[in-house]
């Protein structure tokens, strides 16, 4: 079973998927626990990976289903789940934060989708099966086919909220759709080229037989990388995210928002780094050039729009685009430190926007509207929901020690290192964005006065309401729980950052990326 | 020199936590506890000052404590370590804080303010970051403490809820949080990457002067970053936050925007001149004479506003920023003494100035009364304060026996060790200038009849937890002066 660790992370939520929809025939309540034991069983299996991983003298552990060999030239051809340092940590991640949404869905799923329970678990815990096996799989179109599990799933859980949902959900169906496709065409000129479809496999032929001018591998590049920045919801293919987030089901906003993004981030690093290697990403292609640019686009453009928000939900949608922004930049100003910015922003980013995601779910539980002209005297009412929610904040606007801080600082670093300032200049200004706007939401919040300036109470702290609607009135423990524990891990992360950076630098040893400094 | 004994103690970890403590108790105290919550702050203010006075004999032997809390860089550790400068600022904090919580609770009652639990909490988180940023060892750690100290003081601004607060809380953050997230971080991380090819671990006491291995340029743009960087210096033109943050509660003007929080600007301005530059770096780099040209000018434009300010906290706002132009500019001076007379002034300065803010509050409290032109004949009612205030006064004009004449006795110094006689003559031109602005609030309280259409007869002196800490602060000015050997020797100049 030790060996079998990365099965497992799959085989729990399989299972678990199953039993949730079945459970439907006999009682719809048996939906939760079962989800949340096999999350558990899934996170449990995935620590031992990525412990597997580190302690293992390669940094990576393999698993092969179907047990084709790996040592045929072009390397294998069986379907391969392959955990390095990196795999694991997101994965990791990515089964943490489907553990910490699942135990927070309760009350929520029971309100806002009643009567669909387990159809509801069931989709949940095969979206999270697709997320993590996108972290972990070793082949190229196995890739394309969690991508595709991860995206049908995500459909399912957003249309099943509200009519407006269903528009959204079209919306991102078709954009998902024409990110997966161009995806797979890439693939498939790889593998007319190379012959093989395991991502190391690839490399190596391309390394071996020198194709790094071939244009065949040029088109898949270009084909592979627009497609992934259209399924990350870069700027300017964002346009699916905000409604699709907005209109969702609360659970499903957790669960969708802190990861999705995240893990084509991922799967752009490992695409860059694994499957076509630094030197013919960086070296060869023109992207460096110009991609610092396009990122700097974004993150002004998606800042403003987050400006414009009335309300917390859109507020942190846009807020999610500036940070693929963030981490797009950190990859593409080609250093050691903006990649390792970029990684660690993929994981602080993940327990942030959970952490805020998790707070505006219980903000619009207890004041049904998530608009900030209804959050007056949420301080006395839910000072701990409060605390929770504004930790992530600070977090996102990159306040110590949280972890959102530590992510800024190797971003910011890493275009030191790069000199190109212009994606310096960009996180200065959006880092001031955020300050406006965590800080507005505090004053709306804290203070008795409305928007365009007018004095509401009667002075002296009065906020101008009844005593009914500022009574300690604290979300149930089952959202409050998860939310602080998402809270405590932004902290922690943050001061516990030097165990993570010393993974991602080990996973970072065998790239050559450029360092800046003559050591 | 030889190098310090350097000795690992806990007790610098002890005295940021003891406010954390101390909080818990606070809140959990209540509204419905007032005196039991008030006792709490002032125990754990008794506690934090008996922490770091029981440093003091150490520090006077010639040795260093230091605590290692964690790693936050490879390089880099979270690092207290108590030296002289950082150890005297650490005094002034926490011993002002005790008198600060007698006063809080005499104006605070008095004026039946609201949400006192949560003005006592953040107290207590402000004064535990300013014992962070004073024991702090290196530029990483100074920085976390520094921005935890933004934060935990917004509260403290926006206290009144309205629409001043807002306006003040955001001139407030706006400006410390713009300079300290897009000027000093660049520095930050542009230090960390470039000085020992990327081992720099920013240590005050390893690491200084290491900044000169950089090209004169970056000096110079670096100086600059760090000088702005650190807004809560309020250097001019980053000083508006200041005048906008007396919307607070005259407490917190009081300690924080008169002692900790500015303070906390310009210690770490000092940190920068003499312990990340050095005297040697900073004195040959050319940069240093800009600083002090603006620390002058911040000085004389900031007096001249005083002169024009009818609201005696703005006045005094004022009067803080040129004050914290002295400080700046002695640690730009860039000679042992002029730095020694920086490191003095912020204590010096401090009991002076929280002396006057005391007495503006007990005025408020007592009369109602916020303008210098409302004040007459006010002193024959309410004695003890106003004489304070006159004390207060002369010791911020900095005549002898007061403790303000000793610090600047040792920036005039400093600057004739550089040969910069200019300097001297701004710092008279400039306590001239105190005088004038500063003088005639106790002249009109003394001796201008009072209106006579107004009934001031009512008016009596503030409630005694207002009087006594304002009475014990103007006979610290005096103490300063004449027990000033162990100052002297924590600013590292000798007697």
């Known amino acids: 079973m030790m060996g079998d660790a990365i099965a497992w992370i799959f085989i729990f939520p399989l299972l678990g998927s199953v039993l949730a929809a079945l459970s439907g025939f006999v009682n719809r309540k048996l939906a939760y626990p079962i989800s949340v034991i096999s999350m558990v069983g899934a996170f449990g299996a995935g620590v031992e990976t990525l412990l ?63 009567n ?125 995210l905000p409604n699709a987030y907005c209109n969702a089901p609360t659970t499903t906003s957790c669960l969708l928002a802190p990861l999705v993004t995240k893990v084509m981030i991922y799967v752009m690093i490992r695409m860059l780094l694994s499957v076509f290697g630094v030197e013919f ?100 009412k839910m000072p701990l929901t409060m605390i929770g929610f504004f930790i992530g904040g600070f977090s996102i606007i990159g306040l110590p020690p949280t972890c959102g801080f530590f992510s800024k600082w190797y971003l910011i670093t890493g275009g030191m290192v790069s000199e190109r300032w212009e994606y310096m200049v960009v996180l200065m200004f959006s880092t001031m964005v955020m300050v406006v706007l965590f800080f507005r939401l505090i004053e709306r919040i804290h203070l008795a006065v409305s928007e365009s300036g007018e004095n509401l109470g009667k002075g002296h702290g009065d906020l ?40 991602i630098e080990i996973f970072l040893q065998d790239y050559d990326l450029p360092t800046g400094v003559d050591h | 020199m030889s190098a310090p004994l350097i000795i690992e103690d806990i007790r610098p970890l002890l005295a940021l936590i003891a406010p954390w403590l101390g909080l818990v108790g606070i809140m959990w105290a209540g509204e419905k506890r007032a005196n039991l919550r008030e006792s709490i702050t002032f125990i754990t203010a008794s506690v934090q000052a008996a922490l770091v006075l029981s440093m003091l004999p150490i520090v006077l032997s010639g040795a260093i404590l230091e605590f290692h809390i964690w790693q936050i860089f490879s390089y880099v550790p979270m690092l207290l370590r108590v030296d002289g400068p950082g150890l005297l600022f650490a005094c002034v904090a926490s011993i002002l804080w005790i008198a600060t919580t007698l006063y809080s609770v005499g104006y605070m009652r008095g004026l039946h303010e609201h949400a006192q639990t949560r003005f006592y909490s953040f107290f207590a988180l402000s004064l535990s970051a300013t014992m962070g940023v004073a024991f702090s060892a290196n530029l990483l750690t100074i920085y976390f403490f520094y921005e935890m100290l933004s934060v935990s003081t917004f509260p403290l601004v926006t206290h009144m809820q309205d629409k001043d607060a807002r306006t003040g809380g955001r001139t407030y953050l706006g400006y410390l949080l713009f300079t300290s997230l897009c000027l000093l971080l660049p520095a930050l991380s542009w230090c960390y990457v470039w000085l020992d090819g990327g081992q720099m671990t920013m240590d005050f006491m390893a690491d200084t002067g290491k900044v000169g291995h950089f090209s004169e340029t970056t000096q110079i743009i670096l100086l600059f970053l760090f000088t702005y960087g650190f807004a809560k210096s309020g250097l001019m033109p980053f000083h508006s936050w200041l005048p906008g943050a007396m919307v607070a509660p005259t407490p917190v003007s009081a300690l924080l925007h008169a002692v900790a929080v500015v303070k906390v600007g310009v210690f770490c301005v000092y940190r920068i001149y003499a312990d990340v530059y050095g005297v040697e770096v900073l004195s040959q780099m050319g940069g240093e004479e800009w600083i002090m040209i603006i620390a002058s000018g911040t000085i004389l434009i900031s007096s001249l506003i005083a002169l024009s300010q009818d609201n005696l906290k703005r006045r005094l706002a004022f009067s803080t920023i040129g004050q914290l132009g002295y400080i700046a500019l002695g640690a730009a001076i860039a000679t042992d003494r002029g730095q020694g007379g920086a ?120 409630p005694w937890p207002c009087v006594v800490p304002l009475a014990c602060t103007a006979l610290g000015c005096f103490a300063m002066f004449f027990w000033s050997d162990s100052l002297l020797k924590l600013a590292g100049v000798s007697p």
């Open chain 1, 52 to 114: 597997q991983a580190i302690n293992s003298s390669t940094h990576e552990v393999s698993y092969i289903l179907g047990g084709w060999t790996l040592d045929l030239f072009p390397r294998g051809v069986g379907i391969e789940f392959r955990v390095d340092i990196l795999a694991g940590l997101i994965s990791i991640i990515v089964l943490g934060v489907g553990l910490i949404v699942t135990i927070y869905s309760k009350l929520a799923v029971e309100d806002e989708t009643p």
């Open chain 1, 116 to 240: 669909k329970e387990s159809i509801y678990y069931s989709l949940m815990l095969l979206q999270i099966t697709g997320l993590a096996g996108i972290c972990m799989t070793g082949d190229a179109f196995n890739l394309y086919v969690l991508i595709e599990v991860a995206a049908l799933t995500g459909y399912g859980l957003i249309a099943i909220g509200s009519n407006r949902a269903a528009a959204a959900t079209f919306n991102y169906l078709i954009l998902g759709t024409i990110g997966a496709s161009l995806y797979l065409l890439g693939v498939g000129y790889l593998y007319i080229k190379t012959g093989t479809l395991n991502m190391i496999g690839i490399r190596e032929v391309i390394e071996a037989n020198r194709l790094a001018d071939s244009a065949t591998i040029q088109v898949a590049f270009v084909l592979i990388g627009v497609g992934i920045l259209i399924k990350m919801a870069f700027f300017p293919f964002h346009v699916w």
């Open chain 1, 281 to 380: 990403s960086f070296e060869s292609t023109i992207w460096v050039n110009w991609m610092p640019w396009l990122v700097v686009v974004a993150i002004i453009c998606a800042a403003f729009m987050a400006l414009a928000q009335r309300e917390i939900k859109r507020m942190l949608a846009y807020l999610i685009v500036a940070e693929v922004g963030y981490m797009v930049g950190g990859i593409w100003i080609y250093n050691y430190y903006g990649m390792i910015g970029s990684i660690f922003h993929i994981i602080s980013d993940a327990c942030m926007t959970l952490c805020l995601f998790l707070g505006t779910g219980i903000i619009l539980r207890a004041c049904k509207t998530t608009h900030f002209d209804g959050l007056r005297g949420l301080f006395s």
């Open chain 1, 464 to 503: 101008g309401l009844s005593k009914e609607q500022t009574r300690f009135d604290e979300a149930p423990l089952v959202m409050l729980i998860p939310l602080l524990v998402s809270a405590s891990c932004v902290i922690l992360i943050g001061i516990y950052n030097q165990e993570v950076v010393n993974q």
């Open chain 2, 343 to 462: 490191v003095l002034h912020i204590a010096m300065h401090a009991c002076g100035k929280i002396t006057l803010f005391f007495c503006a509050g007990a005025i408020f409290v007592a009369s109602g009364k916020k303008y210098v032109s409302q004040l007459r004949g006010i002193g024959r009612r309410m004695p003890i304060t106003m004489g304070a205030f006159m004390i207060g006064s002369l010791s911020v004009i900095g005549l002898p026996p007061l403790g303000g004449f000793i610090s600047k006795w040792y920036l005039a110094l400093g600057a004739l060790d550089r040969d910069a006689t200019w300097v001297v003559v701004v710092l008279l031109i400039s306590s001239l200038l105190n005088v004038f602005y500063l003088l005639p609030v106790a002249v009109t309280a003394f001796f201008r009849s009072e209106d006579t259409e107004e009934d001031d007869a009512s008016i009596k002196e503030a």
